[in-house]
């Protein structure tokens, strides 16, 4: 479950904490997969997209890595926008 925002809570603080959050997720696979584009992105995104992220970030390991990985589709109900971003992401550095 994601951390209680304060009230007026700074959003570079916020960045930080979602950037430690994403990159300690408990297995390396999605330490890599989440960790690397929180990393790259999470200082351009707004209140509202890290919003997206941290809702993604609350569910669970085993659900999210397989979606990540395209081992299982995701339901309808889980932002699907934002996973292919994350997809895209580590593709586009994996390939340089």
């Not at 408990?26 to 209140?47: H, N, P, S, Y």
Request: hydrophobic share 40%; net charge negative.
């Amino acid at each position: 479950m994601a951390p209680e925002k304060a009230a007026g809570e700074d959003l570079s603080m916020r960045r930080r904490r979602l950037k430690y959050r994403a990159a300690h997720r408990g297995t390396r696979e999605l330490d890599m997969l989440i960790g690397v584009f929180a990393e790259a992105k999470a200082d351009v995104m707004d209140a509202g997209e890290l919003d997206r992220l941290e809702r993604l970030l609350d569910e669970g390991e085993t659900e999210l890595q397989a979606w990540l990985l395209g081992q299982e589709v995701p339901p309808p109900d889980v932002d699907r926008d934002l996973l292919e971003r994350i997809i895209a992401h580590k593709i586009s550095i994996t390939t340089r």
